[in-house]
């Protein structure tokens, strides 16, 4: 008996792992805030491989939107930060810097400015680029 529900356990676990890393189907009809959500819901299971899949297709689909790319770029850098992949996480939030400097004052959304900011402070010096 103690044999079967170790068994059982082992492939209950083995399938929620599988599950954790499997690659979404994108609805055709998403709009980009319910890809965000998805992408943050994603995130919060620790299932990055979905989360970064639904942030790209909101940049695929909606980034002529130079608000709804900063969302989608800053949940990525954030989604990079969780994983310590500092570079790619400096090159998104640089990014995002690069284009409040140049945008017009009340044009996109500053919480975003302030979050890249905040983000980039947790970066490890060696991961930022010389500038």
Known sequence: ????????LVL???IFIASCNT???IPDDATSTQLIQM???ALEISNYTAAETYYN????????DTATYIEA???LGHL???QKRYEEAYQKL???????????????????KKLAEMGMERIPEKYKAEK
Do not use: W
């Open 94 to 112: 640089d990014e995002i810097l690069v284009i409040f400097s140049n945008a017009e004052i009340g044009t996109i959304p500053a919480s975003y």
């Open 73 to 75: 770029s800053y949940e």
């Open 57 to 64: 297709a909101v940049i695929q689909r909606y980034g002529m």
């Open 39 to 41: 992408g943050q819901d």
């Open 12 to 14: 209950t676990f083995g």
């Open 23 to 25: 690659v979404p189907k």
């Open 80 to 82: 990079y930060l969780k």
């Open 1 to 8: 008996m103690k044999l079967i529900i170790r068994l059982f």
